[in-house]
Structure formats: C-alpha cells, structure tokens
C-alpha cells in the first residue's frame, strides 16, 4: 500500500489516493499472509477489515481498491459503502475479453 506501483498509476488518472493509517497497514497483511493465504477466514477479522474499509470512507474514499488477490476472499462488494474494484476480477475479466476479441487491454501511461 505505500509503494508507488498503484498510487503513482491511479495517480496519473487523475486519482487521489489515500492510504491506510499505519496501524490499518500492518493489520490487512498480518490478515492476508496469516490467514487468508493459509484458507482462514474470522469473523474477527472480517470486521477488522470493514472497519479499515469504514476509515478510508470516513477520510474521503470514494472507492477501495482490493489491491490484493486474497482480500476479496474476506471481504466483498457488500463490505463497503462505496464502490470497490477488486483487482483480480478485474484483471480476469479483462484477460478474458482481451483473449475474445472484446476490447484491448489499455495502455500502461508512461512514466
């Protein structure tokens, strides 16, 4: 979440992009990494992650970027108050029309 990969790229769509508090930043990879990556799903930490979803909200998040292929496994559509775009269904689908034809995929910008 603090790398550049995806601020700078959303950035440079025109994308504010806000991150997690610190404390939020440590606890979405203990989650993945500890659990989800491992077939674990809590309760427990479902709600800890609506609540980080929640904070962003709060701090002007107009959407969430599920930036990571495990977090959806926890977390859904349902989870949050605004759109979320959750990157391996992304992905997929945009493989998948690439493949047949549908559309192409788009350019990366150039830095």
Do not use: K, N
């Not at 700078?8 to 990879?29: N, S, Y």
């Not at 609540?51 to 107009?62: D, F, K, M, P, S």
């Not at 970027?65 to 977390?75: I, M, N, P, S, W």
């Not at 034809?101 to 910008?109: E, I, N, Q, T």
């Amino acid at each position: 979440m603090e790398q550049p990969f995806y601020r700078d790229r959303l950035a440079a769509h025109g994308l504010d992009v806000l991150v997690p508090e610190a404390a939020d930043r440590d606890l979405v990879p203990r989650i993945i990494y500890d659990e989800l990556v491992r077939g674990v799903t809590r309760e427990e930490s479902r709600a800890a992650c609506r609540g980080v979803i929640e904070r962003l909200v709060t701090a002007g998040a107009e959407g969430v970027v599920y930036g990571c292929t495990e977090f959806e496994l926890l977390v859904g559509e349902a989870d949050s108050a605004v759109p979320v775009f959750p990157t391996t269904r992304l992905h997929a689908e945009a493989a998948a029309d690439f493949a047949l034809g549908v559309r192409p995929l788009p350019a990366a910008p150039r830095s």
